[in-house]
């Protein structure tokens, strides 16, 4: 139970509402948005939704007996009503900034008591969020994990709804981190979550910048790519220190308006504070990774051979690297980095992403791979970096999701047709449409080009069909469901973990060394 005064300062010192005076008083016995959830002495924040505008329930709130409401506006009925209800009626600009801020106050404002890293960009949140979790905890500083994959607060791993949670979830993540012991955080910032004022209130002690191009355009999202690049620059107007990309073109864009006190690049370039050169490609033992030579962070160049492939991976190990070793100092942590770089890399080199470039560890003879690539830029990505090891056939298993644009459809299959020595047609979170309509305008982009391809409407016989025809030196991607464990069929969510399907296989066609592998990477799947 808080007063109403000590919610809303932030927002009367930023002159953002007013409030009379004998309101302040007032106990809040809980902070409510969902108008389904009003309660007797509740604050009231009226937010304006996809689908439903919350200033249509300002009446009921009142007559509920709700102490306050916070509203952008109220009609003349409204306001009558909360005046004979006796219910606070407070206007603001922007209710999804004061939900932000009166959120922060309800919790206790537990970014403060955090050190926190915020990584925006398209695409490498989750591996650099995981690879830095990952390498503080190694450094035995207890760390907090907000992003696309899970949640993890130290006392529970919850399944992620939004990249970025509404701004109350998130508070409430954050106060759980504080309790458990919690000294960092690092969360992925979304376009959206900060368009939505979901990150408000919060003054990230490191921002990174990964890359940036053209996604999450159209309706409901970004109304161009301008309002995408302006949206994701915001995280570094609330930041101590940015570290950004220096080899990507928008990173001066994005800079722009910045509140950082120090600004560090990483990158191949020169002027790179964190820099890698000499890169060059390895693939041993059904993994591929990446060589290079690391500069800035010791005296002399540090070799670093890492189980990620490609070039973009090395940027995301150069990425993770500035957020840990710009965040370590205020933590009060004085190790200088020859002292902990050798501990730093091997985390990286033992962290599992889930679902990003996840290698499955089935044999010495080919590589097996799940990874989230569920578009057509993602997949080209993808497999344009495979491309680059040689050697055996690049053979991709993937489906598109139903109730979703079609031309996404036409896209992935042409880039993999384009890009795969075999396509493995299969089915993706069908939704509300038939599996084999799906494949059907898969292949419609495949034959755009000289692709082979088969078509297997069950995921588990898909997987099935590649395990029992791979080759010796086959990349064998399985796309699109990358961190998913669920396959969505007419509303529902049926359980469907890829690992467990593999496993599941192997077992079945006998090849009891590659089960043995699977239940040691992933000791669930030896449970049952």
């Not at 960009?121 to 830095?132: E, M, P």
């Not at 189980?307 to 090395?314: C, I, L, V, W």
């Not at 055996?392 to 993999?416: D, P």
């Not at 309509?437 to 082979?452: H, N, R, S, Y």
Request: with cysteine.
């Amino acid at each position: 139970m808080k007063k109403l005064g000590e919610l809303i300062i932030e927002l009367e010192k930023n002159g953002e509402c007013v409030c009379p005076e004998e309101a302040k008083e007032r106990e809040i016995t809980v902070v409510v948005q969902d108008s389904r959830k009003l309660e007797k002495d509740c604050l009231f924040i009226a937010i304006r939704g996809a689908n439903f505008d919350g200033h249509s329930a300002i009446t009921a709130a009142a007559k509920t007996g709700a102490a306050a409401v916070l509203a952008q506006e109220a009609e003349e009925e409204q306001k009558k009503a909360c005046e004979e209800a006796g219910c606070a009626l407070i206007l603001t600009k922007d209710t999804r900034r004061a939900l932000a801020l009166v959120s922060a106050a309800w919790y206790g404002h537990p970014a403060e008591k955090l050190r926190t890293v915020g990584i925006t960009g398209t695409k490498g949140k989750s591996s650099i969020s995981f690879l830095v979790m990952s390498a503080l905890k190694s450094l035995g500083i207890p760390c907090g994990l907000v992003g696309t994959v899970e949640v993890e607060t130290g006392k529970a791993v919850y399944p992620a709804g939004n990249t970025t949670p509404e701004s109350a979830v998130l508070q409430a993540y954050m106060e759980e981190m504080v309790e458990a012991g919690c000294k960092a955080m690092v969360m992925e910032v979304s376009s959206q979550g900060l368009m939505l004022h979901r990150t408000d209130g919060i003054v990230f002690d490191v921002a990174l910048f990964t890359n940036l191009s053209p996604d999450h355009i159209g309706e409901n999202e970004h109304k161009d790519f301008e309002d995408y690049l302006h949206c994701k620059s915001l995280l570094f107007r609330q930041c101590r220190c940015a570290a950004v990309n220096g080899d990507d073109a928008h990173t001066e864009q994005i800079l722009e308006g910045n509140t950082a006190e120090r600004i560090v690049r990483f990158g191949f370039g020169e002027d790179a504070g964190y820099r890698a050169s000499d890169l060059s490609l390895y693939q041993a033992g059904g993994h591929l990774g990446v060589r290079f030579l690391l500069h800035g962070l010791t005296a002399e160049p540090r070799e670093v051979a890492l189980p990620f492939p490609g070039r973009f991976s090395a940027q995301n190990i150069l990425a993770a690297l500035s957020a840990v070793y710009e965040l370590l100092p205020r933590l009060g942590d004085e190790r200088r980095p020859e002292e902990t770089l050798d501990t730093v890399l091997k985390a990286f080199a033992g962290a599992v992403i889930k679902g990003r470039i996840e290698m499955l560890p089935v044999s010495a003879e080919y590589t097996l791979m799940i990874d989230y690539a569920h578009n057509a830029m993602a997949l080209e990505s993808l497999l344009t970096t495979l491309r680059e090891y040689g050697g055996g056939r690049i053979v991709t298993l993937f489906g598109c999701g139903g109730n979703r644009a079609k031309s996404r459809r036409y896209e992935m299959g042409e880039v993999s047709g384009r890009l795969s020595d075999l396509s493995v047609i299969t089915s993706d979170n069908p939704r509300n449409e038939e599996p084999l309509d799906i494949i059907a305008d898969i292949v419609t982009g495949m034959k755009k080009t000289d692709g082979k391809y088969v078509t297997i409407a069950d995921r588990k016989e898909a997987i099935r069909y590649c395990l029992e025809n791979a080759e010796k030196g086959d990349i064998i991607v399985l796309a699109g469901k990358g961190h998913e464990d669920y396959q969505e069929i007419r509303g529902v969510k049926h359980p469907m973990d890829e690992r467990r399907l593999v496993r599941d296989v192997l077992k079945e066609l006998g090849k009891t060394e590659g089960v043995q592998r699977m239940e040691q990477a992933y000791p669930f799947l030896a449970e049952n």
